[in-house]
């Protein structure tokens, strides 16, 4: 669930915003509250929120301040801004700011809950996006890679490319690995899971091996994931997590794991 804050220096204003909407419902979960701006933004540094429920004039310091201060700790929060002025700088200042809408008090329950209903689009508008900016980013590093281990890129563009898509090109030693699906032609393995195989293959390398030694697990050839690992300082053993991601792929899978691991080398310069 994502955390909801409320700040207003009027007991009843807050006691009451936190009964006004069943804010479960809107998968949202009260994480506090505060009497003024500076006490709400001591409480957001400890634990920050995705949308703050704020009154502009507040002692210590206003609503408009704590939406600068919070904006700079969690540029992803939200807010909303509750007002007994109804006067256009305030208004304009907030918009200026990026507030999700002004409500005037008392507040308007059924404005509140179109306001609350429209932040949760927007939220899943920002994941969606998010999650196709990561999809790219993987199936571009992942072609460039694949390009890298079978020599089709040019030594400069790969590590220009590398850089650009947060590829460990500038460790002082490498090792690569296979990890082969015994298929035998059989038509019940899913090609098209490789992709998810070679994540999971990622995440098991990197918890298992120390922080020295990081991993990148790609898929190749339909049937293979091809890893990396770029080592930085001593010897580490791959054996280990190359096994474990053998016998997760083979249970999760049912069919045989080949895995085969090179010896330690410099990665091509250019």
Known sequence: MRKLFFADDEPL??????????WEQFDLQIAGSARNGLEALE???????DLLITDIMMPEMTGLELLRRVKLLNPRTKFIILSGYDEFKYVKEGILLGIENYLLKPINIDELESTVKHILRDWEREEISRFRLD???KILRNNILHRWANGTIDNK?????ARMLGIPID????????????TENEPAFQF????????ESERIGTEEL????????????????????ALSGSEVSVLPALRRMSEWIASFTGFRVWCAAGQPEELYQG
Do not use: M
């Open 192 to 199: 098209y899971r490789l992709p998810g195989l070679a994540e």
């Open 157 to 161: 563009e790969f590590r220009e490319r």
């Open 43 to 49: 409480k957001l540094k400890e634990e920050p929120v």
């Open 210 to 229: 120390p922080e020295s030694c990081e991993v990148i697990a790609f898929p190749r050839d339909g049937d293979e994931i091809t890893l990396l690992f």
């Open 171 to 182: 460790h002082g030693v490498y090792r690569s690995a296979a990890l082969r699906i015994v």
């Open 13 to 22: 204003i807050v006691q009451g915003l936190y009964n006004l909407l069943p």
């Open 135 to 137: 999809e790219d980013w």
